[in-house]
C-alpha cells in the first residue's frame, strides 16, 4: 500500500504515507482510462520514434 488515508476502515499493515485530510490521488496511469485503443497505439509510435531519434543522433 502506498497510501494510508485517515477515511480508511481498514488499516494496512505497512504504507509509504499517511494522509490525514483524505486528498483525492491522481494516479500516473488514470489518462489510459479515458483514452481509446487507437490513441494508445498513437501516443507509443510518437514516444518510439523520438526514442529512436534520440538513439541514432548520440
Same mark, same amino acid.
Not at 8 to 22: E, K, M
Not at 36 to 47: A, D, N, Q, R
Given at each position: 500500500?502506498?497510501?494510508?488515508?485517515?477515511?480508511?476502515?481498514?488499516?494496512? +499493515?505497512?504504507?509509504? +504515507?499517511? !494522509?490525514? +485530510?483524505?486528498?483525492?490521488?491522481?494516479?500516473?496511469? +488514470?489518462?489510459?482510462?479515458?483514452? $481509446?485503443?487507437?490513441? !494508445?497505439?498513437? $501516443?507509443? =509510435?510518437?514516444? $518510439?520514434? $523520438?526514442?529512436?531519434?534520440? =538513439?541514432?543522433?548520440?
Amino acid at each position: 500500500m502506498l497510501w494510508h488515508k485517515a477515511c480508511s476502515t481498514i488499516a494496512p +499493515d505497512y504504507y509509504v +504515507d499517511y !494522509l490525514p +485530510d483524505n486528498p483525492w490521488i491522481h494516479q500516473p496511469f +488514470d489518462t489510459y482510462e479515458s483514452i $481509446s485503443i487507437h490513441e !494508445l497505439v498513437e $501516443s507509443h =509510435k510518437v514516444l $518510439s520514434t $523520438s526514442a529512436s531519434a534520440s =538513439k541514432v543522433s548520440s
